[in-house]
């Protein structure tokens, strides 16, 4: 597991400017480093115009924290300039480790299970008594209203079908062997329409 810790640099600072004219203007750049050449003539400037930022580093971390305690929310050229000291992310590792082997037996296709794993027994189905009844009972030509109409639902009715031959009861295996099985009815496919060559615009 890698350790992330964050430490402050006490020897830069970052500065939020929101006046966009330190990064077009050298004037407004010239007078913004005499801000801080005052507590360091030897201060270094990089500018991040993308994020509105400049970090400023001292060769002093007093002269960085002076710089800070006096410059922090003032004005310049009209606009409120922000100082905060940098933080620097230390990560335990410098390597890249590969993922833990916990749940590797998921992947396709799998590996061999982990120690101690054991299959589990498939439960007993749940068999619905009520619904096999109302199965049952259900004859063709009636109709069996599911779901109660509410004001904002409509009903739920079942239809059922009659029996071809008008007999709810089912043929026994003896009668069907006797008897032979109606045809089924042909299927007549949609007739393709005439080709014409031109088109009618």
Not at 71 to 99: C, W
Request: charged fraction near 25%; charge should be neutral.
């Amino acid at each position: 597991m890698h350790i992330k810790t964050t430490k402050c640099n006490r020897f830069c600072l970052v500065a939020s400017v929101t006046n966009q004219e330190v990064f077009n203007r050298p004037e407004a750049q010239t007078s913004f480093e005499a801000l801080f050449r005052s507590f360091d003539p030897e201060v270094q400037f990089q500018y991040f115009r993308s994020f509105r930022r400049v970090r400023i580093s001292f060769s002093d971390a007093l002269a960085a924290a002076e710089a800070r305690l006096r410059l922090h929310k003032t004005d310049f050229n009209g606009k409120e300039m922000r100082l905060y000291f940098a933080q620097s992310v230390h990560i335990g590792s410098p390597r890249l480790e590969p993922p833990k082997p916990e749940k590797q037996f998921l992947i396709s296709p799998p590996a061999s299970p982990p120690v101690g794993w054991e299959q589990s027994q498939d439960a007993t189905p749940v068999i619905n008594y009520d619904l096999l009844c109302a199965i049952s009972k259900l004859g063709p030509g009636d109709k069996y209203e599911l779901h109660t109409a509410t004001p904002t639902t409509p009903s739920v009715v079942v239809h059922v079908c009659e029996d071809e031959h008008g007999d709810s009861s089912a043929p026994d295996d003896s009668d069907q062997d006797d008897k032979p099985r109606p045809p089924r009815p042909k299927i007549i496919q949609t007739r393709r329409p005439d080709y014409s060559p031109g088109v009618k615009q």
